[in-house]
């Protein structure tokens, strides 16, 4: 009957799939059971009890062993069906503690995902395969759903509010993403690609900091250049707490107008605000000090990806 599980479901992409299929085709046969031992039976006596002139109905008032037989089968695969289903909804609702965290954040109408070391993608999703990976989800607006078929998971995302869900991705390659909820027009272009990757194939994933930073690289959207990717660096890894790009003093020198200019240093020499300046002053931040500041930053190693630190490089460029 496999045949026939392929069919009616999507492919198992996870752990959950099986237990899941299992359930699913063994309540669908048990109701096939029950519907021919009720339907056979019924066409059989319309058929042997017809009308006939002169025949007399027979008259039955009860059977008690039949009777208790009917209720107490019944309601022992009903308790039987319970644990079940149970059991799985235990195993669905807590993520193991070693899950990889994956935050979702869905808006109208895009996914957005960020991995424990900061990176993020928009509607491109990846997982290591054989772990478990714990998504923490909330919506910027209105309810979403997070449902991927052949993880055979589907949860609501609130606006508000942190929902969770896990699995364990067993098939290597992409499966689909998509909005379980009505949530506007753009509802049905709401999906994202998972891929499971082999654990060289995520590292070097992890390594470049996701998949959006492309996006401000590739040249297509001129509201997407390389000193755009720089501003959301400047926003979202800390920078403006200490700089601003007005001009104006505050814990770190302004940003404003400083490239390819001259910049004097706390031990009396100048040097030329370049990209290398720039770079060394994001790794190495103690290893020029800009005069009149105390060596206070945090060094960004590790912290900042390639394409980030040529974002910041355009963004300090950009601010003439
Ligand atoms: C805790 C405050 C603080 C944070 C956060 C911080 N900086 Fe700085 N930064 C400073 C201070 C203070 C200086 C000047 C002293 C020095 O050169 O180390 C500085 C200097 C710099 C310079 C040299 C500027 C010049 O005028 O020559 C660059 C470039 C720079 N920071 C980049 C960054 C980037 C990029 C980030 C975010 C990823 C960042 N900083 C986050 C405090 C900070
Ligand atoms: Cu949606």
Redesign the pocket.
Known sequence: MEWLRRLMMPAQGSEFAKEIDNMYMGLFWLSVVLFLMIAIPTVYFAWRYRYRPGRVTPHNTHNTTLEITWTVLPLLLCVAIFFWGLKGWMEYAVAPGEAMEVQITAKKWLWQFEYPDGSRTINDLHVPINKPVKFIMTSEDVIHDFFVPDMRVKHDIIPGRYTEVWFNPTVHGQHVITCAEYCGKGHSDMHAVLTVDNDAEFAKFLETGGTEWEDYFNGKDPKKTPADWGKV??ET???N???TIDGSKS?????KG?YGHM?ELNNGTSVL?DDD??RE??LY??A???KG??????T?QG??KENQIKG?QAF?KSLQ
Do not use: R
């Not at 814990?251 to 940003?255: A, E, L, M, N, S």
């Open positions: 660096q400047y890894k800390g920078c707490s200490c700089h814990k770190g020198p302004t940003w400083i910049v605000v300046y720039l002053s994001m931040p103690n020029k000090v800009v500041f105390e060596p206070i930053m945090p960004f912290l900042l910041l300090i």
